[in-house]
C-alpha cells in the first residue's frame, strides 16, 4: 500500500467512478482499476460495489471502514512533507451529507480554506447514522447531519431549516394557479417513496399516516 493507491481510492470516492476518477488524476482507466485491484487484494476485501446498471460506485461496508482510515493515511503523508515548514497545519476533518456538502457548504468550504490558510481541511460524505457513531469516537471532528442529537459528548446545533414541498406535474394547458390542492387523504403511503430526515419528519409521518409501508425506502 502506497500513497498513491490511497490518493486513487479518494478520487474514485469524491468523484463516484472509475471515469471520472481517471480524468481527474491523468490517469487511464485501466490503471484506475489495476491500482485499486492491487489494494483491495492487499487489504483482502473489496471497496466498492460495482452493480451492474449503475454507474455511480458505493462503498462497501469495509469500505466505509476504510474511508476515514484513508484519509488520516493521506493527510499525514501531506503533513510529513512539510515536517521542515515552521508552522504546522491544523487538521479538521469534517463529515456531511451529501446533499449539504454538495449544494449548500461549497462556497462555506472555499471560503473558509481561503481565510485559514493555517487549518488543513478534510470534507467526507457519509449518512447520518454514520456521522454520529464516528463524531462520537473522535474519527471525525464535526459532523453536519439531517437530525439533531441530544449525547453528552456531544452538542447538536441547526445550521438552517428549509420547507418540504410537494411537486405536481400540470395537465396539458393548466395553469399553476389552477391546480388542485392535494390532500393528505388522497395520498397511498403503499406508492410512497419514503426518507427519514430527521425525527420530526419520522415523527409527522407516524402521525399522518397509520402504517409505514412504502413502495420504496431510502436512507
Known amino acids: 500500500m502506497n500513497t498513491e493507491d490511497i490518493n486513487i481510492f479518494l478520487s474514485i470516492c469524491r468523484c463516484g467512478n472509475i471515469s471520472k476518477a481517471a480524468n481527474e488524476l491523468f490517469l487511464s482507466q485501466s490503471s484506475i482499476s489495476y491500482k485499486l485491484s492491487i489494494l483491495e487484494n492487499e487489504l483482502g476485501t473489496k471497496l ?14 469495509a469500505g466505509e471502514q476504510f474511508l476515514p482510515i484513508a484519509h488520516e493515511i493521506y493527510d499525514l503523508y501531506t503533513e510529513a512533507l512539510h515536517v521542515g515548514e515552521e508552522k504546522t497545519r491544523i487538521r479538521l476533518m469534517v463529515a456531511g451529507v451529501d446533499s449539504v456538502n454538495s449544494y449548500f457548504l461549497t462556497e462555506f468550504y472555499e471560503k473558509f480554506i481561503c481565510e485559514n490558510t493555517d487549518i488543513q481541511l478534510t470534507v467526507i460524505n ?89 413502495k420504496f425506502t431510502t436512507e
Open 48 to 61: 466498492f460495489l460495482r452493480q451492474k446498471g449503475l454507474s455511480k460506485l458505493s462503498l462497501t461496508p
Open 126 to 214: 457519509e449518512y447520518t447514522n454514520n456521522i454520529l457513531n464516528k463524531v462520537k469516537d473522535s474519527i471525525y471532528d464535526i459532523g453536519i447531519s439531517n437530525d439533531y442529537y441530544n449525547l453528552n459528548t456531544i452538542h447538536s446545533y441547526a445550521l438552517f431549516k428549509e420547507q418540504f414541498v410537494c411537486l405536481k406535474r400540470c395537465k396539458d394547458n393548466e395553469k399553476t394557479d389552477d391546480m388542485d390542492i392535494i390532500s393528505l387523504d388522497t395520498l397511498d403511503s403503499k406508492c410512497e417513496i419514503f426518507q427519514g430526515f430527521d425525527a420530526a419528519f419520522i415523527q409527522w409521518h407516524k402521525n399522518t399516516f397509520s402504517q409505514l409501508c412504502p
